[in-house]
Nanobody
Framework: QLQLVESGGGLVQPGGSLRLSCKVS????????IGWFRQAPGKEREGVSCVSSSGDRTNYADSAKGRFTISRDNPKNTVYLQMNSLKPDDTAVYYC???????????????WGKGTQVTVSS
C-alpha cells in the first residue's frame, strides 16, 4: 500500500514556472514507477510524464516535451515535476500516481494522490 501526496500547485502567470512535488510513503516505494497526470474541467485525465523506478527512464507527453522535467529523489521519497513556460492550457488538477511499469496510461496506475491545482492565468 502506497500513499501519495502532491504539493506545489498554485496560480502563475503565463510563461512562469512551478515545481510540483509528490511525496510517497509505503513499503518498497522505490520499486514503483511514478507518473504525473492532469485533468482540466470537462476533459479526460491525461498523462503528462513518467519516470522509472530507478529514475533512468523518463517519458513525456508531446504537450510537455521541452517544457517539463520529471525527476525523482529516492532517499527523499519524492518525485518532482518542474514546469516551465507555462500556458493557460496547462491549467488543471495535477495528480501523481504509482505503478510497477512506467506508462502515460492512467489505467496502468494502482495508487493515486488527491491532486494539486495549477492555474495559469494573467
Amino acid at each position: 500500500q502506497l500513499q501519495l501526496v502532491e504539493s506545489g500547485g498554485g496560480l502563475v502567470q503565463p510563461g512562469g514556472s512551478l515545481r510540483l512535488s509528490c511525496k510517497v510513503s509505503g513499503i518498497a516505494w522505490d520499486y514503483y514507477s511514478i507518473g504525473w497526470f492532469r485533468q482540466a474541467p470537462g476533459k479526460e485525465r491525461e498523462g503528462v510524464s513518467c519516470v522509472s523506478s530507478s529514475g533512468d527512464r523518463t517519458n513525456y507527453a508531446d504537450s510537455a516535451k521541452g517544457r517539463f522535467t520529471i525527476s525523482r529523489d529516492n532517499p527523499k521519497n519524492t518525485v518532482y515535476l518542474q514546469m516551465n513556460s507555462l500556458k493557460p492550457d496547462d491549467t488543471a488538477v495535477y495528480y501523481c500516481a504509482a505503478a510497477f511499469h512506467s506508462s502515460l496510461q492512467a489505467e496502468s496506475y494502482e495508487y493515486w494522490g488527491k491532486g494539486t491545482q495549477v492555474t495559469v492565468s494573467s
